[in-house]
């Protein structure tokens, strides 16, 4: 099992910066590639960013790309979403997950994650 714990979100008004962190617990962190997906009120659960074990490989929704950053700290079990240039479209909740494996082609599937965090709300005013 592996426990995750976001934390970092809050209300930020648009064209601000905020950076979530999501903490690891349970078995060994640098086995597992991570993501971040969020789900906003009404809508679907959808991808936002992906990390390898490594941190040598990263992918991003078009929506964030160039505007979101994701990052790891094995050492910390530890994994990072830097957030700029904030638009009141991504106001949601986001969730970190870990998939079930080092690396998956499929990042982008809910379906390839096993553990979820509980989510953190990110409010975003115009």
């Known amino acids: 099992q592996v426990q995750l714990v976001e934390s970092g979100g809050g209300v930020v008004q648009a064209g601000g910066s905020l950076s979530l962190s999501c903490a690891a617990s349970?078995?060994?962190?640098?086995?597992?590639?991570m993501g971040w997906f969020r789900q906003a009120p009404g809508k679907e659960r959808e991808f936002v960013a992906y990390?390898?074990?490594?941190?040598?490989?990263?992918e991003y929704a078009d929506s964030v790309k160039g505007r979101f950053t994701i990052s790891r700290d094995n050492a910390k079990n530890t994994v990072y979403l830097q957030m700029n240039s904030l638009k009141p479209e991504d106001t949601a909740v986001y969730y970190c997950?870990?998939?079930?494996?080092?690396?998956?082609?499929?990042?982008?599937?809910?379906?390839?994650?096993?553990?979820w965090g509980q989510g953190t709300q990110v409010t975003v005013s115009s």
């Open positions: 997950a870990a998939a079930g494996s080092s690396g998956t082609s499929y990042y982008s599937s809910a379906s390839a994650y096993y553990y």
């Open positions: 349970g078995r060994t962190f640098s086995n597992y590639a």
């Open positions: 990390i390898n074990w490594s941190g040598g490989s990263t």
